[in-house]
């Protein structure tokens, strides 16, 4: 089946840990993104990539790092410097950055 | 930069009745899209219906469809003959190369 995979779908973590949540497609898109969902919030843009091997800060990007190194994955890592990382993440993937985004089942991140 | 509003953050509607989700933005471009997209309580995220900016006729697709005002910046959703799966929330979303979501409107379709 095509589609998007998150893993894992619930995390935690200590306060000063690295984390990296993972994100692959296996539609041949192009493009990926990271979304943070908070509550009461509507998705808010951490970082994209148009193509392999290039990425782009999105309006949140403070805290966090993501790698491009092949089409189908896209890994996001929430970095110590993240000062509240509690939140719902989402991956997306689209052909390209002029058409509809379609999205994994999202990773629960929780710091204990 | 591109903003777009929800007015209703909750809203209900008994089973077959129809219900209409409002939705503005705020943009200086001609070319866009927009989108409606459905989270249920598993909190993936469903496209539901989307629409091009240069098109004047209103996207539909089955129960639901929507009212594109393009002068007015307003672009709701309606869903004909409710029913309890579309509990969910909805979010609009404008795209001109980036999404940029509105903070959604929770509807409940009650029995």
């Known amino acids: 089946d095509g589609g998007i995979t998150q893993s894992p779908k619930y995390l935690f973590r200590k306060e000063g840990q690295n984390v990296t949540l993972s994100c692959e497609q296996n539609?041949?898109?192009?493009?990926m993104y990271w979304y943070r969902q908070d509550p009461g919030q509507g998705l808010r843009l951490i970082y994209y990539s148009q193509i392999v091997n290039d990425f782009q800060k999105g309006d949140i990007a403070e805290g966090y790092s993501v790698s491009r190194e092949k089409k189908e994955s896209f890994p996001l890592t929430v970095t110590s410097a993240q000062k509240n990382p509690t939140a719902f993440y989402l991956c997306?993937?689209?052909?390209?950055?002029?058409?509809?985004?379609?999205f994994g089942p999202g990773t629960r991140l929780t710091v204990l | 930069a591109q903003t777009v509003t929800q007015s209703q953050p909750e809203m209900s509607v008994q089973e077959a009745e129809t219900v209409t989700l409002s939705c503005t933005y705020d943009?200086?471009?001609?070319?866009?899209?927009l989108f409606w997209y459905k989270q249920p309580p598993s909190r993936q995220m469903i496209l539901v219906i989307r629409?091009?900016?240069?098109?004047?006729q209103n996207a539909t697709e089955n129960r639901f469809s929507v009212n594109f005002q393009k002068a007015a910046k307003s672009f709701s959703l309606k869903i004909s003959d409710s029913q309890l799966g579309d509990t969910a929330m909805y979010f609009c979303a404008f795209m001109k190369l980036k999404l940029v979501f509105g903070k959604g409107t929770k509807l409940t379709v009650n029995p």
């Open positions: 997306a993937s689209s052909i390209d950055m002029n058409n509809e985004q379609f």
């Open positions: 943009t200086s471009e001609n070319n866009y899209y």
């Open positions: 629409q091009e900016a240069y098109k004047q």
């Open positions: 539609l041949n898109h192009d493009a």
